[in-house]
């Protein structure tokens, strides 16, 4: 084979360590919480609350939490949905992204950006609001805070309110990230993965 000659990107999915918790098998209290998330606007228990469920002390503050990320933040959805990706594609979460990338998508986040996010490149084209928006989040992902210039900058864009929100989200995906990843969690009807693992070595098929 040519040193040059793509390599081919194969995987096999691993078991689920914290799969769905069939209702039956939920205690009085596991499905008190799986209550309350199903009268909300998430309908059901799903993605990471299938695992997150086996706490239900933490589920309702964590749904709580994501409710308001997710449904009232101050931050435009477009703002909401490239800070979801940057932190998913940080984490390497699969089923966050996959998640997210619709909804980006459906916000009107220009598909060249989300490629470039899945790639980890910088994308080209960017608006403003989205400028600051990654570099804000790429640098406090990276060196766990930010510079005052980059501070400044997000506080010019989004006020200290949008700001605060802007690091809730990424607070936020970063914890459903990191619980999906220990979980195993899958993509219901895939069997795929929607990255490619770091560094970018293969291609895929």
């Not at 914290?18 to 499905?31: H, K, L």
Request: one cysteine or more; hydrophobic letters at 45%; a neutral charge.
């Amino acid at each position: 084979m040519s040193a040059s000659a793509p390599l081919t990107l194969r995987h096999e999915l691993l078991p689920e360590r914290m799969p769905p918790i069939p209702e039956a098998q939920r205690s009085p209290v596991q499905q008190a919480a799986a209550d309350l998330i199903s009268a909300g606007p998430r309908g059901g228990v799903k993605g990471p609350y299938n695992a997150i469920l086996r706490s239900p002390g933490l589920t309702t503050p964590m749904q709580q939490l994501g409710a308001y990320i997710r449904f009232e933040c101050k931050l435009a959805l477009r703002i909401n949905e490239m800070a979801a990706l940057i932190t998913a594609r940080h984490w390497s979460c699969q089923f966050e992204w996959q998640a997210h990338e619709k909804h980006a998508r459906a916000e009107g986040l220009a598909g060249a950006i989300i490629a470039a996010i899945a790639e980890g490149r910088r994308p080209d084209g960017m608006a403003g609001d989205e400028v600051v928006t990654y570099d804000f989040v790429s640098e406090l992902l990276a060196r766990h805070g930010v510079c005052d210039a980059t501070y400044e900058r997000g506080i010019s864009q989004f006020g200290e309110e949008g700001l605060m929100d802007l690091m809730g989200v990424v607070g936020y995906y970063s914890a459903l990230a990191l619980i999906m990843n220990v979980a195993r969690t899958r993509i219901p009807g895939r069997e795929d993965l929607p990255l490619l693992p770091w560094p970018l070595q293969m291609a895929r098929a």
